[in-house]
């Protein structure tokens, strides 16, 4: 290591195998689009555009424009879940050079997708924006090593909320360590804290982040009592420049002038998000008990509503919240990097709902909307209706 629809027959098809597609990517338990203008880096990690040629660049950049520059990345694929207990908390991370869809192609207004991205993996799981959720108990030592031997950047594991020794803080400016490429380091952290833990690089972090390498850690705690429902929500806001740049495409960027153009939810942009193999979307039965983890990703804040449902925030960065300091919400901020759990009763009429960022401007594709930071609960109930197949047929999901 070293420094730094149409008939009764198709709906009933379409519900059931949306069911069973949403089971095996594992979202629960263990409109139109285009894309949006701003501005991005011919190069580097730290590029940044000047003069009049740069603005002229910036006023004729459109984000749908990334999708235009060529690479022969592979494609990241949708989070798994990985269960450190059953592996003794140790693990082995990397990071690969991707291609990510936002839209797919059969989504309404799709394809749009980010030239290049910086997805984590592991040996057992191919490489995904968000990286894979990692799940533990607490009190479990975790070993994760990080393999840069794919890679030409250096890199470091970085997770909030947990208590580490300074040299397994994954911080180069404080440890004066990084893993150069082609170099391997393991840090020894102990699952010391409950709740939902954020992890990225922090290695050129402006950079590292944006492009797509955070996570999250869920430390459960000892004798934990799951919902009914659970659901693990990654937000993000992205320039779309950063990723055209880094692959080579002929726009500037500079984060001093960062104008986020796409917004997502576990990495896709709706109505990409209700896809059920993937996207994420959240399927629910009458009474069921749900628990929504939020954790934001991005640079900017974003105020997340539930549609027709009101919920308690029952945790913060890892803290529960006491019982007598909880009150019916239907819409929270969440700042940068933090994380907010969210619970409720499916208890509203049976239908589809949205949970999306009220900032809606957030909630677009470029100038359509609905699009961008929009994430979706289903009854199960109403997955044979036409409004539901009406909604996959947005998402470009055919049964």
């Known amino acids: 290591m070293t420094r730094d629809d149409d008939n009764a027959g198709r709906r009933t098809a379409s519900r059931r195998g949306f069911l069973s597609a949403a089971a095996a990517l594992g979202t629960v338990g263990l409109a139109g689009c285009g894309a949006p203008r701003a501005e991005s880096t011919a190069a580097a990690e730290n590029a940044a555009g000047g ?11 459109s984000g749908s424009d990334a999708t235009g520059v060529a690479t022969d990345h592979p494609y990241t694929t949708p989070r798994t879940t990985i269960d450190l207990d ?25 394809p749009w997708e980010l030239p290049e991205v910086w997805a984590w993996q592991t040996p057992d799981t191919d490489p995904s924006v968000p ?14 090593t990080y393999d840069n ?36 380091h393991t840090y020894e952290i102990t699952a010391n804290q409950p709740g939902t833990h954020f992890y990225h690089c922090h290695y ?70 209700f ?36 919920f308690t925030v029952v945790e913060k960065d890892g803290g529960v919240i ?16 933090e994380r907010k759990t969210i619970e409720f009763t499916a208890g509203a009429d049976p239908g589809v709902y949205a949970l999306h960022c009220h900032k809606v401007n957030h909630a677009m594709n470029g100038d359509t909307y609905p699009g961008g930071m929009i994430g979706g609960m289903a009854y199960e109930s109403v997955t044979d209706s036409e409004q539901f197949a009406s909604v996959m047929d947005l998402a470009g999901y055919e049964a």
Request: hydrophobic share 30%; aromatic share 6%; glycine share 10%.
């Open 51 to 61: 003069g009049e040629a740069a603005t002229e660049r910036v006023a004729e950049w």
């Open 86 to 110: 059953e592996r003794d908390g140790q693990i082995t991370v990397s990071t690969t050079p991707c291609r990510h869809r936002l839209l797919g192609d059969e989504t309404q207004g799709g």
């Open 131 to 144: 990286g894979p959720l990692l799940r533990v108990t607490e009190g479990t030592d975790l070993e994760i």
């Open 149 to 184: 031997s794919e890679h030409n950047r250096p890199h470091t594991f970085h997770v909030h909320g947990l208590s580490k020794s300074w040299m397994d803080d994954g911080v180069p400016t404080t440890t004066g360590q990084q893993v150069a490429p082609g170099e391997e």
């Open 204 to 273: 050129q972090t402006q950079n590292h982040l944006d492009m797509g390498m955070y996570g999250i850690l869920r430390v459960d705690p000892e004798g934990y009592e799951a919902p009914d429902k659970e659901a693990f929500m990654t937000i993000k806001d992205w320039d779309t420049r950063l990723s055209a740049s880094t692959a080579g495409g002929d726009v500037s960027f500079s984060h001093r002038d960062r104008n986020p153009d796409a917004f997502t939810v576990n990495g896709r942009s709706a109505p990409y998000t």
């Open 275 to 310: 896809h059920p193999e993937q996207g994420s979307p959240l399927i629910v039965e009458e009474g069921d008990r749900v628990r929504i983890h939020y954790v934001n990703a991005g640079y900017e804040s974003h105020a997340m509503h539930t549609h027709n449902h009101g």
């Open 322 to 337: 006491p019982e007598a300091a909880r009150h019916r919400e239907d819409v929270i901020p969440i700042a940068p990097a």
